[in-house]
């Protein structure tokens, strides 16, 4: 989509007109034109990255002393603080299992789903456009409360499984209607030459289905990993010891409970959360795009 | 007259369809195939939705004692309740303020990576960069940049001459921060729509003004803004619906504080409920903000109709 290049000389008819001298400074201002928004989304975008991880490079003393992007004395000590943080090394592992497991069941509940709204003609087919709304008419403000009270009700509170459970539930819609779609662009030809060679359902699924809508997986996989990384608020309240919470409410209750902010800690426990997704970011890039535009479209 | 026609093909619709007979499985395997869906779905998101719009209607005389039924009391005293319209004018200025910076921040951003595409691809890529993290990693990185005493903004600020607020502690400035941080966080999504629209903006309408003599600003304002304006319309919804009902933000930079400066409604609702623990209190706001948020959507609904858009 966003891929086609676009000729930027075009929107310009009079440069072959134009003399030498003029066509250089046209130029120029051109460059500029380009260059200097592009320059101000950079620093916009980067700029609170850069200052946080300067600071995570400071000395706590420093941090309330002087400005400079460069430490003047370099150190670790944050880092070393954070990463001998038990609740640090709980919450990783926690997001890391929450993440995991929320990526899995999403896909083992929406795959069979979206392949029977595709494909199936059936009593309920309808639902799928509830699917497409109910996200939008249900923010995770609406039913906070409510989910909170229920898993008090039901002793469910304070466990990884809520987290897994709930965190799928949210994003089942948006994951079975990306998936429908992609479906539907599979043609039917090859299923129906399959079923005529005698595959059975699942063989079609295992050998033909899954294969094709691999990319499709792999968005539902790093938009569920993503939102069970990130989320805060549910987690905040479903949770209330150390050994389930998640890293951002980790990373929250770092920031309550300094009587002095501690900002090279913070700042360099916001940096090793941050990690994991830099590490893989070239290569799932456009699957990210694809579940931020899915995410956003209905 | 003797063109031969293929005869009309009637059995196509059906043959298209995968019925449960041609395949020799059961007429079940749709619904055994949708079963865990819906009901994760129901479970979590629906259940819970009429399950406090029901429990809204109750109330514990104190807290502790067992909830009674109430009726409308609950809304009845939300709407006399001076922290119900603070939160309104609170969260007034935080949809707002989000909706103005994010769109004409969005769009300068738009515009620039589309005059940028071809060369400088991997600025896309650079753009997606907030989406990725959390709301309190967003907001320790602020909370790092506006520090009162030697934050690099007030650092900046001091170089001019200027004197800088005390930004996170002032009630003023407090809710500016935390609208700059929101947007921050909703800007990739933002671009992205804005961009993908100007990409289908057809070349020639550019190319006849500019032949016309159509000045840069004229072809923006005249041209290219009405063109886009179906992704306007969507960025525009989705960062209300965002900001509306968002609270990750607000709670990890400000608590909502100072002074209730940052109480949006749905820190007003957290605050009710896991603060004061007064529950069926929260539910009604929790309804409040989920009928403002469906009249949203509707409307998003009906414009998208109007201008065509898949929803």
């Known amino acids: 989509m966003v891929d086609a290049p676009v000729d930027v000389s075009r929107a310009d008819p009079t440069r072959h007109i134009a003399g030498q001298n003029q066509s250089r400074i046209a130029k120029t201002g051109r460059r500029l034109l380009v260059g200097v928004p592009l320059f101000l989304l950079g620093l916009w975008t980067f700029i609170p990255f850069l200052i946080t991880i300067s600071v995570s490079f400071k000395t706590k003393a420093e941090t309330f002393a002087s400005l400079g992007l460069i430490p003047s004395q370099p150190t670790i000590q944050g880092y070393r603080e954070v990463l001998s943080d038990p609740n640090f090394l709980s919450a990783f592992m926690n997001s890391l299992v929450v993440g995991i497991g929320t990526a899995i069941l999403t896909i083992i509940i929406a795959l069979p789903a979206a392949y029977a709204f595709a494909r199936f003609k059936f009593r309920g087919r309808h639902l799928l456009l509830l699917f497409t709304l109910l996200p939008r008419l249900v923010p995770t403000i609406g039913v906070m409360v409510p989910i909170y009270r229920l898993a008090v009700a039901t002793d469910m509170l304070d466990r990884r499984i809520t987290l897994i459970i709930v965190y799928t539930g949210m994003l089942a819609p948006l994951a079975v209607w990306l998936m429908v779609g992609f479906f539907q662009q599979i043609p039917r030809d090859i299923e129906e030459a399959a079923d005529v060679d005698g595959a059975s359902l699942w063989n079609r699924m295992r050998y033909i289905v899954m294969p094709l809508a691999a990319p499709a997986l792999i968005t539902i996989a790093v938009l569920a990993f993503r939102e069970a990384w990130n989320e805060f608020t549910l987690v905040l309240v479903l949770t209330t010891t150390p050994d389930t919470r998640t890293l951002p409410f980790a990373l929250f209750k770092l920031g309550q409970s300094e009587g002095i902010s501690n900002f090279p800690a913070e700042a360099a426990f916001a940096i090793l959360t941050v990690i994991p997704f830099i590490l893989v970011y070239t290569r799932i890039e456009r699957y990210v795009v694809a579940g931020l535009t899915a995410g956003s479209s209905k | 007259m003797t063109v031969t026609r293929e005869p009309p093909e009637q059995t196509e619709p059906e043959k298209r369809e995968i019925t449960g007979a041609q395949i020799g499985q059961k007429a079940i395997t749709p619904y055994l195939f949708s079963f865990p869906a819906i009901l994760a779905v129901s479970a979590i998101l629906a259940f819970p939705v009429l399950y406090g719009i029901w429990q809204s209607l109750y109330r514990a005389p104190e807290l502790g004692l067992d909830e009674e039924f109430v009726g409308t009391q609950n809304y009845i005293d939300m709407f006399q309740d001076p922290g119900f319209w603070n939160a309104m004018s609170r969260t007034g200025l935080f949809v707002g303020g989000s909706l103005v910076v994010g769109t004409v921040l969005g769009l300068f951003f738009a515009f620039a990576l589309f005059r940028a595409m071809g060369r400088l691809r991997f600025m896309r890529a650079v753009t997606l960069a907030p989406y990725l993290i959390s709301n309190v990693a967003a907001a320790v990185m602020f909370r790092i940049l506006f520090q009162s005493d030697i934050g690099l903004i007030n650092s900046f600020l001091d170089w001019f001459g200027l004197d800088g607020p005390s930004w996170l502690s002032d009630t003023t400035w407090a809710m500016a921060v935390v609208i700059f941080t929101q947007v921050w966080t909703d800007i990739p999504l933002t671009i992205l729509l804005l961009l993908g629209g100007?990409?289908?903006?057809?070349?020639?309408?550019?190319?006849?003004?500019?032949?016309?003599?159509?000045?840069?600003?004229?072809?923006?304002?005249?041209?290219?803004?009405?063109?886009?304006?179906?992704?306007?319309?969507?960025?525009?919804?989705?960062?209300?619906?965002?900001?509306?009902?968002?609270?990750?933000?607000?709670?990890?930079?400000?608590?909502?504080?100072?002074?209730?400066?940052?109480?949006?409604?749905?820190?007003?609702?957290?605050?009710?409920?896991?603060?004061?623990?007064?529950?069926?209190?929260?539910?009604?706001?929790?309804?409040?903000?989920?009928?403002?948020?469906?009249?949203?959507?509707?409307?998003?609904?009906?414009?998208?109709?109007?201008?065509?858009?898949?929803?």
């Open chain 2, 198 to 311: 100007l990409m289908t903006i057809d070349q020639s309408y550019l190319d006849a003004a500019l032949v016309d003599g159509a000045s840069a600003w004229q072809r923006a304002r005249m041209l290219t803004i009405p063109l886009l304006a179906p992704q306007l319309v969507i960025t525009t919804v989705w960062l209300s619906y965002s900001t509306l009902t968002g609270l990750g933000v607000v709670l990890a930079l400000t608590g909502g504080g100072p002074l209730g400066a940052t109480t949006t409604l749905a820190m007003e609702m957290y605050n009710v409920a896991f603060r004061s623990l007064r529950f069926n209190e929260a539910l009604a706001l929790a309804t409040f903000i989920l009928v403002l948020n469906a009249v949203l959507t509707l409307m998003y609904v009906a414009v998208a109709r109007r201008y065509e858009i898949e929803v």
